[in-house]
């Protein structure tokens, strides 16, 4: 079965508000966990990642945050804005290769 | 900024063709990928490779795939004889040690007729 998965296909955002894009993962194994983002006609871009032992980690306007308890982490984006339209997938390492989940599509209304 | 390049972008082929893909990751990198992503789906994981042999593979990564790495630089995707189904984009991946962050090529467009 599906390791990761995302909670919504869609997710449709202000510029200029904050996005927050939500992961559910089921392996207890998994200890590190990616955020790409993927353009239209691109390959996945990395974003951030975040390992087992720290529960938030932040980058420039983004944050991710782990929940081991129930396994879910989130990626937040402060001040979206039209660059951040994208498919935004998660990603961990519970199995030996790293395994995406479904995307969410980021959309960012002007 | 070191990136993975990946040639052709595009390839279109007659259905029971053989393609190449071929991709060249990053220079100082040890671990190769190969994914693919079905027009609308989800990246999947094909194989990995690390010191000139396949670590891991899908089901997906059946008797029709193969890769190789034939020199210090170039790493390939082998499909024997290709389906409809797979048509796909393809992605190639590297990194520097095992299960940290990929960098991906922009990938390839295979479009099987």
């Known amino acids: 079965g599906e390791s990761v998965g995302l909670h919504l296909p869609t997710l449709s955002v202000q510029e200029g508000d904050n996005s927050i894009i939500n992961c559910a993962y089921s392996?207890?194994?998994?200890?590190?966990f990616i955020w790409y983002k993927q353009e239209s006609g691109k390959g996945p871009q990395f974003i951030i990642d975040?390992?087992?032992?720290?529960d938030k980690r932040q980058g420039q306007r983004v944050t991710v945050l782990l929940n081991k308890t129930v396994k879910h982490l989130s990626l937040q984006i402060a001040a979206t804005q039209p660059g951040d339209s994208a498919v935004y997938f998660c990603?961990?390492?519970?199995?030996?290769?790293?395994?995406f989940g479904s995307g969410t599509r980021l959309q960012v209304q002007p | 900024e070191p990136e993975v390049t990946q040639t052709p972008s595009h390839q279109v082929t007659q259905m029971g063709q053989e393609v190449i893909l071929r991709c060249v990751p990053i220079?100082?990198?040890?671990?190769f990928y190969w994914y693919r992503q079905i027009l609308g789906q989800k990246v999947e994981f094909l194989v990995s490779?690390?010191?000139?042999?396949?670590?891991?593979k899908s089901e997906i990564f059946d008797d029709q795939f193969s890769v190789e790495r034939p020199d210090g630089s170039n790493f390939t995707l082998k499909i024997r004889s290709t389906k409809l189904e797979d048509s796909a984009m393809y992605f190639c991946?590297?990194?520097?040690?095992?299960?940290?962050?990929?960098?991906f090529g922009s990938g390839t467009q295979l479009s099987v007729l």
């Open positions: 991946a590297s990194g520097g040690s095992v299960n940290e962050k990929l960098f």
């Open positions: 392996n207890s194994a998994s200890d590190y």
């Open positions: 975040i390992r087992s032992n720290m």
């Open positions: 990603a961990d390492t519970g199995r030996r290769a790293l395994t």
């Open positions: 220079s100082n990198h040890l671990y």
């Open positions: 490779f690390y010191n000139n042999e396949i670590s891991e």
